[in-house]
C-alpha cells in the first residue's frame, strides 16, 4: 500500500499545478470504491503544490543528475564542517552556490517553456529550498522525490554534539583523577578545554558558512538586478539612438520640404507674370482685329 500511495502521490506532484486538485480527488474517489480507505485517506492529506515547490518537484524529475550532484555536494559540506575542514568548506560553498545558481535558472527556463512565470520572490524560494536540502539528509530525500507541496524552509546544517564526559568523569565535563595525580588532573581539564574550543570553532565556522551563503545570495540577487537595469538602460539608448536618427530624418524632410516650397513659389510667380503678359498681348491682338474690322 505504501508503494502505491507512494507511486500515486509522484504521478500526482508531475502533473501541471492547474491539475492537481482534480486528479487528486479522481484518485481518492478511486481507492475509497476499491475499498481502501486508507489509501482514499492518505491520497486526499496530499496537498497542491506552489510554483516554486513545483518547479523544484520537476527538476527531480527533468534534471536529476544535476540534483543528485548538489546534495552529494551537502553531504560533503555536512562532513566538512563536522570534521572543521576550513579549506575544503569554502571550496564546497562556493561549489554549492554556484550549482544552485544554476539549477535555479534551469527551474525558471523550464516554467517559462511550461507557459509558467517564476517571480523574483519565487525563484527565491526555489534557491531557498534547494539549499535547505544540502543542510539536512531528511530534506535532500524529500527534494529528490520530487514530492514537495511547498518551498523547504532553510535549515541550518547541524552542529555535532558536545562530547560527553570520558570515562572516569563526575558527568559534569570535569573528569576525576582515577588515581588522585595533580598531572593526571591537570592533562584531562586540557583535554576538556579542547573539546569545548573545537566545538566552539565549529559553531563559529558554521555561522561564518551561513554568513557566506547568504552574501553569495545577496550578491546573486543584486547581480541578476544589475543585469536587468542593464538591458533597460542599452534599450533605452538604442530607443534614444532611434528616435535620434527619426528626428534627422525628419529635419531632413522639412528641409527638402521647405526648399521644394520655394522654388514651387517662384515658378509660381513666373508663371503669374507670363500669364499677364500673355494676357496684355491677347488683349492688343484683339484691340488691333477690332480696329481693322472698323476700318
Given amino acids: 500500500m505504501a508503494d502505491t500511495g507512494d507511486e500515486l502521490a509522484a ?27 486508507a489509501l ?4 486526499r492529506k496530499l496537498r ?31 562532513t566538512a564542517q563536522r570534521d ?41 524560494e526555489v534557491e531557498r529550498t534547494l539549499r535547505a536540502a544540502t543542510a539536512d539528509e531528511g530534506a535532500a530525500r524529500l527534494a529528490a522525490a520530487g514530492c514537495l507541496p511547498a518551498a523547504l524552509d532553510e535549515m541550518p546544517a ?25 598531572a593526571e588532573a ?12 573545537r566545538v566552539a570553532a565549529r559553531a563559529a565556522l558554521g555561522r561564518a558558512a551561513a554568513e557566506l551563503d547568504a552574501a553569495h545570495a545577496a550578491l546573486s540577487d543584486l547581480t541578476r538586478k544589475q543585469a536587468e537595469l542593464t538591458g533597460r538602460r542599452e534599450r533605452a539608448e538604442q530607443a534614444v539612438a532611434e528616435a535620434a536618427q527619426a528626428l534627422r530624418a525628419a529635419e ?22 507670363q500669364t499677364e503678359a500673355a494676357k496684355a498681348r491677347a488683349e492688343a491682338a484683339q484691340r488691333a482685329l477690332e480696329d481693322l474690322d472698323g476700318g
Avoid: C, K, M, W
Avoid at 555535532?160 to 588515581?179: I, K, L, M, Q, S
Fill in 252 to 273: 531632413d524632410g522639412l528641409l527638402t520640404a521647405r526648399q521644394s516650397e520655394d522654388r514651387l513659389r517662384a515658378e509660381h510667380g513666373e508663371a503669374a507674370r
Fill in 40 to 43: 482514499a485517506a492518505r491520497i
Fill in 48 to 78: 497542491r503544490p506552489t510554483a516554486a515547490a513545483h518547479a523544484v518537484n520537476l527538476l527531480a524529475r527533468a534534471h536529476a543528475a544535476d540534483l543528485t550532484g548538489l546534495l552529494d555536494l551537502g553531504r560533503a559540506l555536512r
Fill in 158 to 182: 547541524g552542529l555535532p554534539a558536545a562530547p560527553g564526559p570520558t570515562p572516569g568523569g563526575n558527568g559534569g565535563g570535569r573528569a576525576t583523577p582515577v588515581d588522585g595525580s595533580a
Fill in 11 to 37: 504521478a500526482l506532484y508531475a502533473l501541471p499545478v492547474g491539475e492537481f486538485t482534480a486528479a487528486r480527488d479522481r484518485a481518492a474517489a478511486g481507492a475509497r470504491q476499491d475499498g481502501d480507505r
Fill in 84 to 124: 572543521g575542514d576550513g579549506p575544503a568548506l569554502r571550496e564546497l560553498s562556493a561549489r554549492r552556490h554556484r550549482t544552485i545558481t544554476v539549477l535555479t535558472a534551469l527551474a525558471v527556463r523550464d516554467a517559462a517553456a511550461r507557459g509558467e512565470q517564476l517571480s523574483e520572490a519565487q525563484q527565491r
Fill in 186 to 197: 591537570d592533562q584531562e581539564r586540557r583535554r576538556t578545554a579542547d573539546r569545548a574550543a
